[in-house]
């Protein structure tokens, strides 16, 4: 069974950074694509940042390019989302995720984390 355990959410003022960590166990996390997901309240959940199992192929959503930066190591099993320049409108629930592919993770995760909420005061 693969788990996902999210940490690093909280309260941080506009303009400020904070940094997301997924720790992933239950099956070799090398050779899967890892994302990140949030979902406003009220709102949709919606796909912010995913990564290639390699780490070669990145892609973000208009709304957080420039802004955030996913990374994995693969060593320590572990996906991080840095988020920095953060807005009101990026309060929500953060969710980590992970798929076989690198496509097929903006549509249909197959595993997902509990969440952490971001909380950005204006």
């Known amino acids: 069974q693969v788990q996902l355990v999210e940490s690093g959410g909280g309260l941080v003022q506009a303009g400020g950074s904070l940094r997301l960590s997924c720790a992933s166990s239950g099956r070799p996390f090398t050779y899967y694509a890892m994302g990140w997901f949030r979902q406003a309240p009220g709102k949709e959940r919606e796909v912010v940042a995913r990564m290639r199992w390699s780490g070669d192929s990145t892609w973000y959503a208009d709304s957080v390019k420039g802004r955030f930066t996913i990374s994995r190591d693969n060593a320590k099993n572990t996906v991080s989302l840095q988020m920095s320049s953060l807005k009101p409108e990026d309060t929500a629930v953060y969710f980590c995720?992970?798929?076989?592919?690198?496509?097929?993770?903006?549509?249909?995760?197959?595993?997902w984390g509990q969440g952490t909420l971001v909380t950005v005061s204006s």
């Open positions: 995720a992970t798929d076989r592919t690198f496509a097929g993770i903006r549509a249909h995760p197959d595993y």
